[in-house]
Each structure stands twice: as structure tokens, then as C-alpha cells.
């Protein structure tokens, strides 16, 4: 979809770095996926309509988008790497200002207007037969 490869582009120029969820995401693999439902129509077949569009990354991708400032609480960390070191931190004040990646991604993919005509073409369709098939009945 032309949308995750604008996303995923415009994430690899900003040069976030990769961090790891549990799960083994990461934010380069951000996807847009859409969602639809299932309907019956009058003659009992299927339908398909198109629900939601959802973007689909790690929660500190939205993060970056977003922005956070705050206060960042104490604690401790250890590092394995080049060698085995154990330190403290106190709290502090941090500000991560927003990116705004991701509204640039969907104007530049201009998947807005494509689903908005798409959509309206289908459904228009759809209402054109529906009428024919009601005045045909009566």
C-alpha cells in the first residue's frame, strides 16, 4: 500500500533510532492496514465495507509523532557492553518535541482523496441498483 511505503520512507529520513519491543517490532516496519466489515446485502450476499484505515507501529512511534515532556523518574541501569557497569540516575526534566511525520506521510501519499472518490464511485453504484431493483419491483 503506497501509504506504508511513504511512511516507512519519510520514518528513515528522520533517522529514529531502533529500539525493540518485546514482541520484536520496531518502527521501519510501520504499516498502514485497512479494516472492513462484512454486511448482508437484500439478496443475502456478502458485502464488503471498507471500517477504518489503522497505522500499525510500536507505541514509541506515536511518541515520536506526538511529542511527551515531562519528568523522567530515578532509578538504575546496568550495561553489558564493552563491560558489566551498574549506575544511578535522579529524576529529571526531558522534552521530546513532536515530529509530525505521520500527517506529512498521509498528505504525501494522498491516500485521503483516493479512498474518499473510490468510496463515493462504489457506494453511488451501489445506490444506482438498489433504486433500479426497488422501481423494477414495483
Given at each position: 500500500m503506497l501509504l506504508t511505503i511513504v511512511l516507512q520512507d519519510k520514518i528513515k529520513t528522520l533517522g529514529f533510532k531502533e529500539h525493540y519491543e518485546n514482541s520484536g517490532k520496531k518502527i521501519s516496519n510501520a504499516e498502514a492496514v485497512g479494516d472492513y466489515k462484512v454486511?448482508?446485502?437484500?439478496?443475502?450476499?456478502?458485502?464488503?465495507?471498507?471500517?477504518?484505515?489503522?497505522?500499525?507501529?510500536?507505541a514509541y512511534g506515536f511518541i515520536q509523532h506526538y511529542g511527551v515532556s515531562g519528568i523522567r523518574g530515578s532509578g538504575s541501569r546496568?550495561?553489558?557492553?564493552?563491560?558489566?557497569?551498574?549506575?544511578?540516575?535522579?529524576?529529571?526534566?526531558?522534552?521530546?518535541?513532536?515530529?509530525?511525520?505521520i500527517d506529512k506521510a498521509i498528505s504525501r501519499s494522498k491516500v485521503v482523496p483516493f479512498v474518499m472518490e473510490n468510496i463515493?464511485?462504489?457506494?453511488?453504484?451501489?445506490?444506482?441498483?438498489?433504486?433500479?431493483?426497488?422501481?423494477?419491483?414495483?
Open positions: 454486511g448482508k446485502a437484500p439478496n443475502n450476499m456478502l458485502k464488503y465495507y471498507m471500517n477504518k484505515l489503522v497505522i500499525k507501529m510500536p546496568t550495561r553489558h557492553k564493552p563491560r558489566t557497569t551498574t549506575y544511578d540516575f535522579r529524576y529529571h526534566n526531558y522534552n521530546l518535541p513532536a515530529k509530525d511525520y463515493t464511485k462504489i457506494r453511488g453504484k451501489e445506490i444506482m441498483v438498489s433504486l433500479k431493483n426497488f422501481i423494477e419491483k414495483e
